[in-house]
């Protein structure tokens, strides 16, 4: 199988890289990928994440794990544990399907490289179809809140809602991005922090509950979001806090337009009630854990709900941002995503 490059993904001389996103910014650390059960460790543990990397990573493991491997049960059960690693993000179940789609076929390791493959290459030009689509809503001057990571980190390309960011900043438009931190697990202070800085864009981190205040203040006039899973009539899920986002946007009348390629829409999803929300540890909300140690502030064993992520009505939507084109609510709630 060829060589891949990506920020978070790495694929050299036979072998599936990732760097740990748990222990950005602080240190930078590839992982060679040792097994199917490695892989899906490091995909709950969250060194990768996001979407589109989701899937695109458990593809690659698959291909690469399943070499020489002729026992079709076997290889279907480990195809399984991948697909099943994660509950919202849809990608991953798309990258995983269609390569099982092959496993009958005579030459399925081959057809599996070529399936792995294609969703990473096919990544990079979707991320750069949003980008284009996406920069055209940004005006020069805008203040841009964003939430959670959605850069180079989560994709094989650009990014979603970050890579509409990097292109309007690349086209001279100026721009200042407040960062919500993201809590619990901080994508937002950790990884578009950094990948901010990295790109040289000016931008604030504000701590969650600052978003309305900074709204209020006249700071904001877009918010470019992420998705996990689009719904076929435009209600969406993304990292907790996007709902409570998309609330306090429509409440100051600013747009709020989620960023996603076709491979983040559930084709047999009608609305977001039937999404299902990935539950995670208690230790999460607890404290906080990273490369800078292990902190747990509040009483120990202290009750606690973690849902990763929520979903976002298409009432709250101003238009949806896709590599097929921008659909506006009202072509979301015509049914645009079910034709496409
Ligand atoms: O739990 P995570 O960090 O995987 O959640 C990621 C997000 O919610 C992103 O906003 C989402 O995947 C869209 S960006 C590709």
């Not at 877009?222 to 986002?245: M, P, W």
Request: with cysteine; net charge negative.
């Amino acid at each position: 199988m060829k060589d891949l490059h990506a920020l978070g993904i790495r694929f050299k001389d036979g072998e599936l890289y990732i760097l740990d996103q748990q222990l950005l910014p602080q240190k930078e650390v590839l992982i060679r990928v040792k097994d199917v059960d490695h892989m899906v460790t490091i995909i709950q543990g969250l060194k990768i994440r996001g979407a589109p990397a989701i899937g695109i990573s458990a593809g690659l493991a698959l291909a690469r794990f399943s070499r020489g491997m002729n026992d079709r049960d076997e290889v279907r059960a480990m195809a399984l544990k991948l697909r099943e690693s994660r509950p919202t993000a849809i990608n991953l179940m798309l990258v995983i399907d269609r390569m099982l789609a092959h496993l009958t076929e005579q030459n399925f390791h081959s057809l599996f490289e070529e399936e792995a493959v294609r969703a990473f290459d096919e990544d990079v030009i979707l991320c750069d179809r949003m980008a284009e689509y996406g920069t055209e809503l940004v005006n020069d001057g805008d203040g841009i809140l964003t939430h959670c990571n959605t850069g180079r980190l989560v994709t094989a390309g650009v990014g979603t809602a970050l890579g509409v960011i990097f292109k309007a900043h690349e086209q001279g438009k100026k721009i200042h991005v407040y960062v919500d931190e993201t809590r619990p697990l901080l994508q937002g202070a950790r990884l578009t922090a950094w990948e901010l800085q990295q790109a040289g864009i000016p931008y604030s981190l504000i701590t969650d509950n600052m978003a309305a205040q900074m709204m209020k203040a006249g700071r904001v006039q877009k918010v470019f979001i992420g998705s996990d899973r689009v719904a076929l009539n435009g209600d969406f899920a993304n990292k907790i806090g996007t709902y409570g986002v998309s609330i306090l946007a429509k409440y100051h009348r600013i747009p709020f337009y989620p960023v996603a390629p076709y491979t983040t829409i559930d084709f047999t999803c009608e609305s977001g009630d039937a999404i299902p929300i990935e539950e995670r540890e208690a230790y999460e909300v607890r404290g906080a854990r990273g490369s800078f140690g292990d902190v747990c502030w509040a009483p120990e064993n202290a009750p606690v709900c973690n849902p990763a992520f929520d979903v976002s009505p298409v009432e709250n939507v101003t238009a949806f941002i896709c590599d097929k084109g921008v659909f506006s609510r009202e072509a979301l709630k015509h049914g645009a995503l079910k034709n496409l």
